[in-house]
Structures are given as structure tokens and as C-alpha cells.
């Protein structure tokens, strides 16, 4: 074939009309071919939006034998030009001068024959699925979240702080770690106390994944002033849940001098943006996912954008929830960690909008929230959106080192020397928060399970590819 520049399927159909009669060169996957003895039409996407180019192949340049392994999959590569479309449904398409195969896709095999496969079936097949509509849409917009969100922070003077995966605390104290190891399991070197010999482990101790980058970042924060980190996180809670992955994403900012209304204020203004960014920037995407699964959706989205969150302290939230008369699954009351059902009833029944609760019991919130003065509650805001119950999890900071270090002590926390430096030395006040990336992603294309918002998903008895 001549060389000619290729051009994306996006490209050619943005320029549309104003490319009219130019020699374009496309390349990518077959979606469907169909036609009569005189032409076929080829439906071809390159991944690089949700719509096809039509290209047009007319049988008298092209043979059978030449079109017969031109199927649903296969991969080819067109030369030909670029003409004004007579069918519906595309401005453009592209009548074919040559035709190269790359790859035959054998129709007895090839899993994703037909459209409308269910998502539980295509989740058996998560190694092809990023090649149909829906998953090309769901990985677009989520790969545009991510980029929206290193976008939010650089422009307010964030820095991104990249926090270890391996570590040997526990943020969350809730003990749903994954363990590392290089230890021989089957023959494990035992201590004194008949207890694994950890020194003579991979690091001389016992280490495991992360389940948040937060201890971290707050040595970030109290030396940049503003940080953020994005990466992965892992939790070997036994969740089968709709909302729960074993390997998730979080973004976790940390600011120094920043109280818990200046963390409320950062929190809502930075899922507005995000969620903006997304109907602004991935509209073909989203319309589709309406279309298909969620009539309601881009609604939903302009709606939370639209409107302040509503912000309540969880002794507020369980009162309305006992007054409510509903009857609950979980029981509600004061102390307890409130169920997605409690919460989703504040947001979607109660007061039809996200809600930002705060000021938990302690003793549902992790070691490092700062204490109220009330001695009973902490400095926690979580954040509860409609179809997702909780989406980001927060608190000021315990600054004091003396409170700090009794809580440590109360909960029987080991190995914070290092952490309690912050407060051991130019302690000052600081917040934070989480937010779920996959839960946001979720809320974004308007999916049901959280299994698919991420192209190959963790979770119990499941780690193919
Ligand atoms: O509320 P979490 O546990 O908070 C933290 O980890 C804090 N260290 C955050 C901070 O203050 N820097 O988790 C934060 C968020 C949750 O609100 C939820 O959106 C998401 O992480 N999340 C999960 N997402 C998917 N699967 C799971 N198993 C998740 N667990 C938490
Ligand atoms: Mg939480």
C-alpha cells in the first residue's frame, strides 16, 4: 500500500465534511460486515471512540475470497477516500481502494459475536471485553477521570506524592491487609514461641500491601504544604458486594493548616470538577451508557453538580434515621457503623442529594481522626452519594502528639514512632480524605457493579489474568 498518514476513526469523523474527497488510511477492528452481491459495509472501530466508520467495499474491486476473512474481530488496515455518507447514521465514510487483514477472528470461536451480551457474561470473558461498546465507553471515561483529577490538583498547586505499596502498618487498623512474603509457607522458619520467624523474611519483618497511602502522605503534606496520591490499594476484606474490590484505586489528598470545613469545601468542589470534566469531555461515552443502561444518568450527574451537599453530623443522621419508621435490615443506632442501606436512605429518600456526615463515634473511625471536644466523637466526614452510599471517607488530623500517642496506646498500635514524628516535631493542623476511584467511575457511567468500572477486577476467589 501507498504511505498514507494514518487517521483515527475519531479524527476522520471530527473533521467530517471539511475532509471530504481527501485518500484517508484507517486501521482497526471489525465490528459487523454486512451488505448484498454488490456492496458490503464494514463497521470499523479503532478503540479511539464509541463510534464506527463505515467503509464502503464495493465488489468490484474486492472478491469474495479477498472479504471472507473480514468477520466480526478480525483487524484490518483500509486505504481509500473519504466521501459525503448516503446512509443514516454517519456523515462520513470511506469508499475502499485497498484492503490489508491483519488478523482473522474465526466466527466458530470468537466469543463476542453478537451485540448485547450481559455483563455477567462478559465478565467471564474480561480479557476481550474492553473491545465492545460498553467497556470501550466505561475505560474512556474513566480514563478521562484520572486525567481530570491529576488536572484538579496541579492547577490548585497540589503535588502529586507517590506512597509505598509495600508497608509494614496498618492505616486502617482494620486488619484486612494482604501479606508479603518470600517465606517458604510449607516449611515456615518458627521463633522461640513457635510464632513465623519474620526476621529472616523478605524485610526483616512482617510486611504487607497497602491499604491507603494516608500515614504517608501526611509526612508529604506537613513538608509540601499540599499533596495528593493516586495509586492502588488493596483489602482482603471477604466483601462480595456491588461497591467492594480487593484492588482498588484512591486518590488521597493531604493539606497542612487545612480544617474540617476546608476539607468539606475541597471535598465537594473536587467531585463537582471531576464530574463536569466528565459530561464536558466524554459525552458520546456517556450518552451511550444513558442509552443502554441508565436512562437517568446524565440528569443524576448535572444534578450533583448543580447542587451544595448536605452536610450533617452522624448524631443528626442517626436520629432521622430512627425517626424515619423504616424498617432497616441492619438495626440503627447511636454508636453503630452506619449499613450502604442507612446511608443510601439519607441521600436518596431523606434529602435527595449527597450528604457529607461528620463527626462519627470514635470507635467506628480509625486512631488518627482528631477528637471533638466532646470526647465521644471525631473529626470524620464521609461522603454519601445517591446508588453509591459512601464515596470518600475523611477527617482532620489528630495534631496533638499526647492525644495522638494515648490513642495509639488504647488501641495497642506498634511501629508509629515514625508517624508520631509529624506531631513530635512542627506539628500543625492537617486534613484529608479518600476518594474510592472505581466508586466515582461507578457513579460516573451510571454502571451497577463495581467489577465493571476496572478492566481486570480483584476480588474474592477471583485473579484471572
Ligand atoms: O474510608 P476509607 O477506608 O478511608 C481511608 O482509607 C483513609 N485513609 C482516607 C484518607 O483519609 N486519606 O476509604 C476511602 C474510600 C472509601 O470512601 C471508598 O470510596 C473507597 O475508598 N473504598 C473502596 N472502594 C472499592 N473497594 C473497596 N473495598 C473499598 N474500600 C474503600
Ligand atoms: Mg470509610
Redesign the pocket.
Known amino acids: 500500500m501507498e504511505k498514507i498518514r494514518r487517521s483515527t476513526v475519531r479524527q476522520l469523523l471530527a473533521e467530517g465534511a471539511q475532509a471530504v474527497g481527501s485518500k484517508v488510511d484507517v486501521k482497526g477492528w471489525v465490528r459487523t460486515r454486512r451488505g448484498n452481491k454488490n456492496v458490503q459495509f464494514v463497521a470499523l472501530n479503532d478503540g479511539s471512540t464509541i463510534k464506527n466508520l463505515q467503509i464502503v467495499l464495493d465488489l468490484s474491486k474486492f472478491d469474495d475470497e479477498a472479504l471472507k476473512p473480514v468477520t466480526t474481530g478480525s483487524s484490518i488496515h483500509v486505504q481509500g477516500t473519504l466521501v459525503a455518507s448516503q446512509g443514516k447514521g454517519q456523515s462520513v465514510e470511506v469508499q475502499a481502494d485497498e484492503l490489508e487483514v491483519y488478523g482473522t477472528a474465526d466466527p466458530a470461536t470468537y466469543p463476542l459475536q453478537k451485540k448485547g451480551h450481559t455483563l455477567e457474561f462478559l465478565r467471564e470473558k474480561a480479557h476481550l471485553r474492553p473491545r465492545t461498546n460498553t467497556f470501550g465507553a466505561v475505560l474512556r471515561i474513566r480514563h478521562a477521570l484520572a486525567y481530570a483529577i491529576h488536572k484538579f490538583f496541579n492547577d490548585k498547586g497540589f503535588y502529586y506524592f507517590h506512597t509505598p505499596l509495600i508497608t509494614a502498618s496498618d492505616?486502617?487498623g482494620?486488619g484486612a491487609q494482604f501479606q508479603v512474603t518470600t517465606l517458604p509457607l510449607d516449611s515456615l522458619p518458627l521463633n522461640e514461641e513457635g510464632r513465623p520467624d519474620y526476621t529472616q523474611d523478605f524485610f526483616g519483618k512482617m510486611a504487607s500491601l497497602t491499604?491507603?497511602?494516608?500515614?504517608e502522605?501526611e509526612l508529604g503534606a506537613t513538608a509540601l504544604g499540599c499533596i495528593y496520591?493516586f495509586g492502588p490499594?488493596f483489602?482482603a476484606?471477604n466483601?462480595n458486594t456491588p461497591?467492594?474490590?480487593?484492588e482498588?484505586w484512591?486518590i488521597?489528598?493531604?493539606m497542612a493548616f487545612y480544617e474540617i470545613e476546608d476539607n468539606m469545601d475541597l471535598a465537594e468542589e473536587f467531585i463537582k470538577y471531576c464530574i463536569n470534566y466528565a459530561l464536558e469531555h466524554c459525552k458520546d461515552d456517556i450518552d451511550f451508557l444513558a442509552e443502554h443502561f441508565d436512562k437517568d444518568l446524565v440528569e443524576r450527574l448535572r444534578f450533583v453538580v448543580d447542587n451544595d451537599f448536605v452536610r450533617l453530623p452522624y448524631t443528626e443522621g442517626v436520629r432521622i434515621l430512627e425517626e424515619s419508621g423504616r424498617k432497616f435490615e441492619f438495626p440503627v443506632y447511636w454508636g453503630v457503623d452506619l449499613a450502604s442501606e442507612h446511608e443510601r436512605y439519607l441521600v436518596e429518600e431523606h434529602f435527595k442529594r449527597p450528604v457529607i456526615l461528620t463527626d462519627y463515634p470514635k470507635e467506628i473511625k480509625?486512631f488518627y481522626m482528631k477528637l471533638n471536644d466532646d470526647g465521644k466523637t471525631v473529626r470524620a466526614m464521609?461522603?454519601l452519594f445517591p446508588k453509591?452510599g459512601?464515596?470518600?471517607?475523611?477527617?482532620q488530623r489528630e495534631e496533638s502528639y499526647d492525644k495522638l500517642q494515648g490513642r495509639i496506646d488504647e488501641l495497642g498500635l506498634t511501629g508509629m514512632e515514625w508517624y508520631l514524628d509529624t506531631r513530635r516535631y512542627g506539628t500543625v493542623p492537617h486534613s484529608?480524605?479518600?476518594?474510592?476511584?472505581?466508586?466515582?467511575v461507578l457513579f460516573v457511567t451510571g454502571m451497577q457493579n463495581?467489577r465493571d468500572v476496572i478492566p481486570f477486577p480483584r476480588y474474592p476467589n477471583n485473579c484471572e489474568y
Open positions: 492505616c486502617e482494620a491499604v491507603s497511602g494516608q500515614l502522605g496520591t490499594t483489602r476484606e466483601s461497591r467492594h474490590l480487593s482498588f484512591m488521597e489528598p493531604e480509625a464521609d461522603v453509591i459512601e464515596i470518600i471517607g475523611g477527617s484529608g480524605f479518600g476518594l474510592g476511584f472505581e466508586r466515582l463495581i
